[in-house]
């Protein structure tokens, strides 16, 4: 079964990991542990719990802000006019040998379902996402991300209202 776990450097084998994307590799290899650490960013891996140390994919997210400027008019509504609470998707990336087969969807989904979580703690509007390229975008706006009116590799995802 597939399940996702905070990275546990004990445990999940990071140097193993590869998504082809160089900045994402160094990133899981050499940077997430010591940023969770931190509290810079936390990240999460997805695992089959039959093969635990295997990463197939993760993610990070971390704390942000957006700019009022940077939502479309209708998204814009009611809401404050200073800076956005937000959650800053840092880093997507499923294994070369996984990818195609639906576990990108599932950590997103998997985002969502955590923000969502969060939210009943800490006020977060929205996920906010840098695409590293336009294939990358194309990927987010299929889920209803859009651009931010500054970048269209910058992207928003609201998540909705609560009660
Ligand atoms: C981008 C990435 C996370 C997608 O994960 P994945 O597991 O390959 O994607 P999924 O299998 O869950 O695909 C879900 C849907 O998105 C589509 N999709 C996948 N990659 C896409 C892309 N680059 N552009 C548009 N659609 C894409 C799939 O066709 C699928 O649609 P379908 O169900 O109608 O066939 C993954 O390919 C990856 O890690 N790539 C290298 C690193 C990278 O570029 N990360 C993004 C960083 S910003």
Redesign the pocket.
Known sequence: MLVVQRLDGRVHDRKGFD???PS?NRYLHELASQHHRAGVATTHVMVDDMLPSKILGYYSLAAAQMSLRDLTQADKRRLPRHPIPVARLA????ALD????????ALLQDVVKRCLGLRTELGIHALL?D??HE??A??YR?YGFRATAADALTLYLPLGSTG
Request: charged share 25%.
């Open positions: 998504c082809s994307e994402l880093r997507l990336a499923v996984e990818q195609g087969h639906g576990l990108g969807e996402v695409a590293l294939r990358a194309a990927f299929r």
